[in-house]
């Protein structure tokens, strides 16, 4: 349907021994300074919470973060907060943040989604615990078991599933290395001076004896000056795999995709940045980061730029998605060519190759168009700075995170001309609300203490690649605009694939909305008539229209909705239904996997393996849709049962995995 952006979420600085280098700008900094203060409010023992303060708490969150069964949040915006606090220098001590890294480290082993994967990889890099490798290197290897056969990601990473046995035997190999208490102190900071007792939630090894006599003979040594830590990916051989995961490493790359043809952008933007996280830490990604690269630069428009997704129904392509497929290949380069040099200092290949590289310059075009446009636009004049006017680009802090994360991985001052940390810092400042938070639009974001996250990346200039960002330097130009852009704003993003929510709607956006309206206001005659011709006519408007009014309906008219649509996909070929079962929209899930059992069991083969994938689904509504579904076709059951939480649901597909590959 028209809105299908994924909401996405971080990219975070690589600090190495020194703290995070604070702006020179005193109100950027003030900025930052309120943005975390709500954040920890937020997050603190007792605090708000995802969702942040006000009406809808907890209900509002960002679509793909939305934990597996109903009533709550995943790990995602936790792990997105915990980024955002400690690139932007929030001490490690700090109760907000120990509250967000106790919270990750226990949901860490059992999420399946690919935006909470991806974060907690680079939350527990950007922490640097060596006792979290384990668990690092068991998160990369089931973010890998999910890349789809053209590589890229969809929502769930279901190829690395484990039975209870298994998972018990992995938790405790993995723990026996991991603290599952409070983060290591802050790189840098000096240790507490008050004495106390040993902390033995810390470490539980066993205590020296002392000698009260030798105390009184030897006066106690000075303290030492406390030494700024070394980096350990910079000095230190990068770790092994743990030998706990040996064992299964070989399956999270036997079958791509594990029956997904496809994924979207957003997905997979958050895969590849967590993937070259887990890169440092033992794990051999080259082959899927090489397929990343493939994907990327087999599917670039002609206009340079990206699209969400081949199965979107956005064809058009959007500067945040043209940010991803970017990052997509400057990662891509940088696994090709980024290599360890005698003395391990890793060195680049040919850095400037990216400069020659023609897709590259297209969609660095693509995106110019975008800031240039943007950066024309100015309000009326605002005391000391420039007075760039703020609009529907500046307003989606996802895309703002976007640019950032592009701006930096390829060391590029402007884009499309413009000065774009200049342009949006000083919008960002103008646009903080009273209590240190950013509005969100309701869509991109999902609530303000995402957008804030989002917007203290920026703010800070984050940089989790910055050991590729850091060879790159500046060989990398910027080409500037495309010479068909027209430099206004708003035709640009008339044709740019955007949600709903933005000023600008496309003529297709305008067109559903007007028949999602019309369904929902009609009486009940009207109804009827009008659900058989949304049923029957021809046009994927009709498809998105019943889908988004079957959401916002309720009762019988609800049902009524979603019996029209399910009729309607039950037309539709195998492929089509399989693509609909990937869809960011729960109501086209649930339909097509309802529909697909109008196929018959002759033609089940073609689709089982996608069909058994949505016995996992995030929405129960979906699981318990597929689970109907399979009954039927293979007078089989194997669950999940209605309210089963996420670890079940997974269990289940697991069973009805292993009963179809017996059954070939």
């Known amino acids: 349907m028209a ?71 995943g790990c995602g915006p936790a792990a997105l907060a915990g980024l955002a606090l400690l690139c932007s220098g929030t001490p490690h001590n700090d109760e907000a943040l120990v509250n967000i890294v106790r919270a990750c480290r226990e949901a860490a082993f059992s999420t399946t989604s690919t935006y909470e994967l991806s974060l907690l990889i680079m939350l ?61 102190r802050q790189r840098g900071s000096s240790p507490p001076k008050e004495k106390g007792k040993p902390r033995e939630d810390l470490d539980d ?51 791509a995709g594990f029956g997904n043809d496809s994924g979207d952008h957003s997905n997979t933007q958050f895969a590849t940045v967590g993937l070259w996280c887990g890169r440092r830490h ?12 493939k994907h990327y630069r087999g599917i670039q428009g002609a206009d340079g730029g990206w699209m969400y997704s081949n199965a979107s129904g956005l064809s058009a392509s959007s500067p945040a998605m043209t940010c991803a497929g970017l990052m997509g290949l400057a990662i891509g380069f940088g696994a090709k060519n980024l290599k360890e040099g005698a003395d391990r200092e890793p060195r680049l290949e040919d850095p400037e190759a990216l400069n020659r590289d023609k897709q590259v310059v297209a969609g ?38 976007s640019l950032e994360r592009v701006g930096m991985v390829y060391g590029l001052t402007t884009i499309g001309n413009l000065d774009w940390y200049d342009w949006g810092s000083h919008i960002l400042v103008r646009t903080q609300q009273r209590n240190g938070s950013w509005k969100s639009d309701g869509f991109h974001s999902g609530s303000d203490d995402n957008a804030t996250a989002f917007a203290l990346l920026f703010l800070c200039r984050a940089d989790l690649t ?74 994927g408007e009709y498809t998105d229209a ?31 239904l399989i693509e609909y079962m990937k869809d960011r929209d729960r109501e086209l899930r649930r339909a097509a996997v309802l529909a697909a059992a109008s196929k018959g069991k002759d033609r089940l083969h073609e689709f089982a393996q996608a069909l058994i994938a949505r016995t996992a689904d995030e ?46």
């Open 3 to 73: 809105p299908r952006f994924a909401a996405a979420f971080v990219t975070l600085i690589a600090v190495t021994g020194s703290a995070w280098g604070e702006p020179d700008d005193a109100k950027i900094k003030r900025a930052v300074k309120d943005g975390q203060a709500f954040l920890r409010a937020c997050y603190k023992p007792g605090g708000f919470g995802p969702g942040g303060p006000g009406p809808g708490g907890l209900a509002r969150m960002i679509p793909g973060v939305v934990a597996s069964g109903t009533g709550g949040t």
């Open 124 to 184: 527990f890099d950007r922490l640097g615990h060596k006792a979290d490798t384990p668990m690092i290197q068991f998160l990369t290897l089931r973010l890998m078991s999910g890349q789809s056969r053209d590589g890229s990601w969809s929502y769930s990473c279901t190829g690395l599933l484990l039975d209870p046995v298994q998972e018990r035997q992995l938790r405790a190999a993995l723990a026996a290395e991991s603290r599952l208490t409070t983060p290591d």
């Open 205 to 255: 090894s066993p205590k020296p004896k002392t000698d009260p006599k030798k105390d009184k003979e030897t006066p106690p040594a000075p303290p030492e000056e406390p030494k700024e830590p070394k980096d350990d990916r910079r000095t230190e051989k990068r770790p092994r795999l743990h030998p706990g995961l040996e064992g299964i490493a070989a399956q999270a790359t036997r079958g």
């Open 282 to 293: 033992g794990v051999d990604v080259t082959a899927s980061l090489d397929a990343i690269d």
């Open 364 to 401: 660095l075009k693509y995106v110019g168009d975008f800031i240039a446009a943007a950066g024309a636009q100015r309000a009326p004049a605002v005391p000391g700075g420039p007075a760039f006017q703020t609009n529907e680009l500046s307003n989606n802090l996802y895309f703002m995170w």
């Open 466 to 539: 910055e050991d590729l960002s850091s060879k790159l330097g500046s060989k990398v130009k910027d080409p500037g605009t495309s010479r068909l852009a027209t430099g206004d704003l708003s035709k640009l993003l008339g044709t740019a694939a955007k949600p709903s929510t933005g000023t600008t709607k496309s003529e297709a956006e305008t067109k559903v909305a007007k028949l999602v309206d019309a369904l929902i206001v009609a009486g009940p005659g009207d109804r009827e008539v009008m659900l058989a011709k949304y049923r029957d006519e021809k046009g």
């Open 546 to 576: 019943l889908a988004l009014a079957a959401a916002k309906l309720k009762g019988d008219r609800q049902t009524e909705a979603r019996d029209a649509l399910v009729q309607r996909l039950g037309r539709m070929t195998v492929n089509t």
């Open 619 to 664: 929405d129960t509504n979906v699981s318990q849709a597929a689970r109907m579904s399979l009954k039927k076709l293979t007078d089989q059951d194997f669950g999940p049962d209605s309210g089963d939480s996420a670890s079940d649901r997974a269990k289940a597909m697991l069973a009805w995995r292993k009963w179809w590959d017996g059954q070939k």
